[in-house]
C-alpha cells in the first residue's frame, strides 16, 4: 500500500486549497478512505471519510466547508477546502483502515494565515 499526498500549502484565511491523495497497492475503487489533520501538538483528527459507493461524512468543524471526492479511475482521493481558517492549519493525512490496520501517507502541510 502506498498512499501520496499532495497540494498542500500556504493561503490567507478565506482561501482554497485542493487536496490529492494517489493510492497504489490496494483495489482503490473498492476502498473507503479518509482525510485526517494533525496540528502542531494535538492529536491527529479525523475530517472527512468517502466509501467505496461515494458516500461522504465530515467532521462538524469542516462540514459546509470541505469537499471529499473520489477518482477512481485515476486512484486518487480529493479534499477540496474552501472558506479556510487558522485553526485549519496542520498536516493533513490520507488514510485506509482495512480491518483493524490503518495505513497512512507522508501527510501534507496546509498553513493558513489570518
Known amino acids: 500500500v502506498q498512499l501520496v499526498e499532495s497540494g498542500g500549502g500556504l493561503v490567507q484565511s478565506g482561501g482554497s486549497l485542493r487536496l490529492s491523495c494517489a493510492a497504489s497497492?490496494?483495489?482503490?475503487?473498492?476502498?473507503?478512505m479518509n482525510w485526517y489533520r494533525q496540528a502542531p501538538g494535538k492529536q491527529r483528527d479525523w475530517v472527512a471519510s468517502i466509501t467505496a459507493g461515494g458516500g461522504t461524512a465530515y467532521a462538524d468543524s469542516v462540514k459546509g466547508r470541505f469537499t471529499i471526492s473520489r477518482d477512481n479511475a485515476k486512484n486518487t482521493m480529493y479534499l477540496q477546502m474552501n472558506g479556510l481558517k487558522p485553526e485549519d492549519t496542520g498536516v493533513y493525512f490520507c488514510n485506509l483502515r482495512i480491518i483493524f490496520r490503518d495505513y497512512w501517507g507522508q501527510g501534507t502541510q496546509v498553513t493558513v494565515s489570518s
Open positions: 497497492g490496494f483495489t482503490f475503487s473498492s476502498s473507503g
